[in-house]
């Protein structure tokens, strides 16, 4: 069973900046893609990020398309969420996703297979 855990959440200022991490254990093979989402306060959990396991194409969320990047190690098994120019609307728990299958590059959290237990994000205006 794959097992995802974020890290690197916390409180920080608007305009400020924030990476966080994603590693992932007990795969038996690699993931098509991994992404990262989030969810507000009484919001629907939403898309923010995604990138492809082999091939590092990445596709943002149109609210983040310039701010955020996201990344990953192989070698360590890991993804990564740098966010950069943070606005208070950026609040929220964000969460790490591996879709398994090479359906397609999507931002349908439902297409996603394994969830990670979300870290909180606080942007302070």
């Known amino acids: 069973q794959v097992q995802l855990v974020e890290s690197g959440g916390g409180l920080v200022q608007a305009g400020g900046s924030l990476r966080l991490s994603c590693a992932a254990s007990g795969r038996t093979f690699s993931p098509y893609a991994m992404g990262w989402f989030r969810q507000g306060l009484e919001k629907e959990r939403e898309f923010v990020a995604t990138i492809t396991w082999s091939g590092g194409r990445q596709y943002y969320a149109d609210s983040v398309n310039g701010r955020f990047t996201i990344s990953r190690d192989k070698d360590k098994n890991t993804v990564y969420l740098q966010m950069s120019s943070l606005k208070p609307e950026d609040t929220a728990v964000y969460y790490c996703?591996?879709?398994?299958?090479?359906?397609?590059?999507?931002?349908?959290?439902?297409?996603?297979?394994?969830w990670g237990q979300g870290t909180q994000v606080t942007v302070s205006s």
């Open positions: 996703a591996e879709k398994k299958y090479a359906t397609g590059v999507s931002p349908d959290r439902a297409e996603y297979d394994y």
